[in-house]
Structure formats: C-alpha cells, structure tokens
C-alpha cells in the first residue's frame, strides 16, 4: 500500500482499531502485567513484584490441576454429544417440509438465551422439592433426586445444560455447510448405486470437514472458558466438584483477593486457548495438503 493510500484507509481504520484495543490488547497486557505482581485486590499499596512466582504457585496449586481436569473433562464430554446431536439434526432438517422454516428456528431458541438466564432455569428445573424433573421422576414412581448436592451429579447436569443450549449451535453451522454441498453429486452417487451411508461417508462428511473443524474450534474456545452458567448452577460446589477454571480464577480474583494469581491463571488460559487454536488450525491445513497430494 502506498503513503498516500494509508493515510486515506486510516482515519476509517482508526476507530475500530480504538475499539479493539481497549477491548482486547489493552486488558490482555494490563492482566499479563498484574500476573507479575503479588497484588491484594483489598490492599493495593502491598502490591510487590513477584516475576514468575504466581505462575509457579499455580503448578503447585492441586486446586488448580483439579480445576483444569474439570474444565478439560467438561469439554471431552459436551462438545462430542453437541457435535453429534447437531449434525443428526442437519442431517434430518437439510429438506423442505412444512413449517420447515419454524422449526429450524425454534432449535436455535437456546443459543440466544442468556447464560445466566439458562444456569438459572437448570438450577429451577432441577431444584429437588418443585422443580419439574424431579417432578415427573416422582410420577413415574421415581425417588426424589439431589441433583446439586451430588457432585458427580451435579457435575453432569453442568455438562446437560452445555450441551441442551449449545447443540443447536453445531446445527447452525452445520445445517449452513450442507445447504453449500452441490445436490448434482448425491444424484449423481445416487444413479452409481451408492447408499445413503456411502453418500455421507464419500461426499458429505469430505465436503463438510472444513465446517465441522471450524465449528468444533469455536465451541473449544467458548468452553474453555464457560463460567456464567456454572457459575448460577452450582458457584462450583458440591465442594470443588464443578469448579471449572474460570470459576477457580474467579474465586482466587474475587474471593481471595489475589489478583495476580488469577492474572496468571488468566494468561495461562490464553496461551492454552491459542495453542489448541494452532494445532487444530494447522492440522487441518496438513490433511487438506495430503488430500490435493492424492488427488494430483
């Protein structure tokens, strides 16, 4: 681009480069600064420098391996279930059929909700003495059922209610990604004597990768760091049973006071997020390599 061209494009660049550095840059080197310090939330004048030290706490924190373990068990089991129950919804909507345009509307109904709204409605429904699962348990002859005193269970309606709201957001995508999918290449199967399972074998799962490793990297990112939710579900109790990591850097922020630390479990959580970012995103591109490689 030439002088003069920049100092035109500028002026319009401007804005939302402010925007995106006080949104994003700006807090992201603010919370790498504090991570350097042991810094008390309700005593800032005993603040001191600490270097590496709070980085160094969290690797001898059990608390917080417990957290991460959670946080990563969490997501092994939603986004598979999210993926799958999305893309059998695609799969089965991917037609024209009366009130089509409805129903495809409904499904996306919770990826708009809140979450706060939707760990407050979870945590009605499962309340143990009203709440309506509890409620048709009892009239199917079933026992009351404790759902947040439990840990493991309490820890698996956590993973419900990711998944109830954000399957349909794995149905966005990949409903999206199989409307772009030409119809000439399932007739054209059709005609060979292909059946349905080597139509969605041979064309649709090849054509729609591109969609569902993009979907998939979108879903990690946002449920690296889900805390809303959990947060109005169960605060991390039974105990630490549903302390995810942003609730644990939350609870040393806020709770403990201990800024610093929870600025390094933040940046931590960055590095992490980014890294898995550029192993999926590279990965992709290396099959995508391979495949023109065979074709050619």
Do not use: C
Not at 39 to 50: C, G, I, K, M, T
Not at 244 to 251: A, G, K, V
Not at 252 to 260: D, L, N, P, T
Request: charged share 15%.
């Amino acid at each position: 681009m030439e002088g003069g061209s920049a100092r035109t494009v500028l002026p319009f660049l401007a804005p939302a480069l402010a925007v995106v550095f006080a949104v994003l840059i700006f807090p992201a080197l603010y919370s790498l600064y504090a991570s350097f310090f042991d810094w008390p939330l309700n005593d800032a004048s005993a603040r001191e420098f600490v270097g590496l030290g709070n980085y160094l706490k969290l690797f001898q924190d059990p608390e917080f391996w417990n957290s991460l373990k959670l946080q990563l068990g969490f997501i092994v089991i939603a986004l598979p279930i999210e993926l799958v129950l999305g893309f059998g919804a695609a799969l089965l909507l991917n037609r024209e059929f009366p009130g089509a345009g409805v129903v495809r509307t409904l499904i996306l109904l919770p990826v708009f909700m809140l979450p706060v709204l939707s760990g407050f409605t979870w945590r009605y429904m499962l309340q143990p003495d009203y709440g309506p699962i509890n409620w048709i348990i009892g009239a199917l002859g079933g026992k009351q059922v404790l759902w947040l005193n439990s840990p493991t269970l309490a820890y698996t309606a956590v993973i419900m209610q990711d998944v109830w709201r954000m399957w349909p957001f794995m149905f966005m995508l990949l409903y999206a990604g199989l409307t772009t999918i030409p119809a000439e290449m399932y007739e054209a199967a059709e005609i060979d004597g292909a059946s349905w399972g080597q139509r969605l074998r041979l064309i649709t799962l090849p054509m729609l990768k591109p969609t569902i490793v993009t979907a998939l990297l979108l879903r990690l990112i946002d449920a690296l760091r889900i805390f809303s939710e959990v947060f109005t579900m169960t605060e991390g109790g039974p105990g630490s049973s549903t302390l995810l990591f942003s609730l644990y850097t939350h609870r040393q922020a806020f709770s403990f006071f201990k800024v610093g630390l929870a600025s390094a479990m933040s940046i931590f959580l960055l590095i992490v997020s980014v890294a898995i970012a550029v192993l999926i995103v590279r990965k992709n591109m290396r099959l995508e390599e391979m495949e023109k490689g065979a074709d050619s």
